[in-house]
């Protein structure tokens, strides 16, 4: 009998995904299912990325260059520099997604058994990439009392050794909402420069910030070039999650170099979602200012709505569409499952992403679940009445 890898037992199942088979059934009962769980936002994709690709007239749908279109990567320095991030063309190679930057990364950079720090609770799939890549996560935990800032510069010299190259952030954070501030972007720098590590930050979120506060890239800290790798997409910032299109910038030519070689192994970016994605660069300021608007009156709605919940936790995002709930619960786990499978008010339930698999350290995060306020504002309501409804059926159940 042939039998799969070790790595293939290990990589983990999607948090996010994972209780997907009992929001089915649910629907086949004819449940309503408000899906609080995925970071699929409804928001139009802008019209000029969608028109550029209807009005295309391919007659050939070719490879594109390994690192994407010159093109492309020319606006998109274009892009980076109106953010105040200097990078040429050819510090930028367009990945399928920021998924595939991720990867691109980890590969580059580091060997079977190295280790990487990262902040937990984090993107679930860090987990699965680092798998992929043999490489060890080694979290360290931000506090939903803190509001998931940085933790101390001190723990993280804690945990590096001489296995340690790279720490990684998400910037803002994915589930977390916390945006780090230009102090603790300069507290990291100082630290990966002083231990000659790579800092990976994941910033797919940049344009969501909210209350005034502005987005401070890696890249914008002077004196961290050989350090700095960014991973981008498209994914969020046009609506555009299907077009698979992101991208891995760094002004450190071995990290690219080291990375192209990875980009030739998957021979090229989609070649009509980079079309999309080059004209989704003419995308008004309106369109993020009309979101961005969008996003924060969401998001107020929410925690206004959860705060009135007894015994709930919640962390004030700050940044991106989600944010980590903790409920007066054991297991969140259970709970959601629970939702799905047991619980309705006129036919309607809530599907949720328990935290537990955002973090890396057993038993964290168990009684929390991660929210993403990607839907209107009414059916936010909606669903943290359900949510109340719930929490207090279940506990009374227990
Ligand atoms: C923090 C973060 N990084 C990366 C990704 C990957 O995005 P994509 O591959 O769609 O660009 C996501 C998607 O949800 C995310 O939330």
């Not at 042939?2 to 009962?29: F, Q």
């Not at 994709?45 to 690709?53: E, H, N, R, S």
């Not at 916390?178 to 940049?206: N, T």
Request: negative net charge; hydrophobic residues 40%; proline residues 6%.
């Amino acid at each position: 009998m042939p039998t799969i890898s070790n790595k293939g037992r290990h990589m983990p199942a999607s948090p996010i995904r994972k209780l997907v088979p009992y929001a089915e059934d649910a629907k086949k009962r004819g449940i309503h299912v408000i899906h609080l769980n995925i970071g699929q936002p409804d928001i139009k994709t802008p019209k000029v990325a969608l028109d550029a690709v209807r009005n295309h007239n391919i007659e050939v749908l070719a490879y594109s260059m390994t690192e994407g279109s010159e093109e492309y990567r020319e606006k998109i320095a274009g892009y980076y520099a109106q953010k105040d991030i200097h990078v040429t063309a050819k510090e930028i190679i367009v990945t399928t997604g920021g998924s595939e930057a991720l990867s691109f990364a980890m590969g580059s950079i580091m060997d079977a058994d190295d280790e990487i720090i990262i902040p937990e609770p984090f993107y679930a799939n860090y987990n699965g990439f680092a798998t992929a890549a043999g490489v060890k996560v080694v979290p360290i935990a931000s506090s939903i009392e803190a509001n998931f800032a940085l933790p101390p510069i001190s723990d993280f010299e804690k945990l590096i050794g001489p296995k340690t190259k790279a720490i990684l952030i998400c910037n803002p954070g994915n589930p977390t909402g916390y945006l780090y501030s230009k102090e603790e972007i300069q507290q990291l720098a100082a630290l990966v420069k002083k231990h000659d590590l790579f800092l990976i930050a994941d910033e797919v979120y940049r344009e969501f910030t909210y209350d005034n506060k502005q987005h401070y890239s890696i890249l914008q800290e002077e004196g961290l070039e050989a350090n700095a790798i960014v991973v981008d997409s498209v994914s969020k910032r046009y609506s555009m999650c299907g077009a698979r299109i992101g991208c891995l910038l760094s002004k450190n030519k071995d990290v690219i170099l080291t990375a192209m070689k990875f980009a030739q192994a998957r021979l090229s970016p989609p070649t009509f979602a980079q079309i999309a994605s080059e004209a989704a660069l003419e995308t008004p300021q309106s369109y993020f200012d009309d979101v961005i608007e969008e996003y924060v009156a969401r998001r107020d709605v929410l925690i206004t709505e959860l705060k009135k919940l007894p015994g709930v936790k919640v962390a004030v995002p700050q940044g991106a569409f989600y944010c980590v709930v903790e409920l007066p619960i054991e297991d969140a786990d259970d709970f959601a499952q629970w939702l799905l499978e047991k619980f309705e008010i006129d036919h309607s339930t809530v599907m949720v992403a328990p935290a537990a698999g955002f973090y890396a350290t057993p038993g964290l995060g168990k009684n929390q679940i991660r929210i993403a306020y990607v839907l209107e504002k009414n059916q936010l309501v909606k669903a943290v009445h359900i949510l109340g409804k719930a929490l207090k059926q279940y506990n009374s159940n227990s």
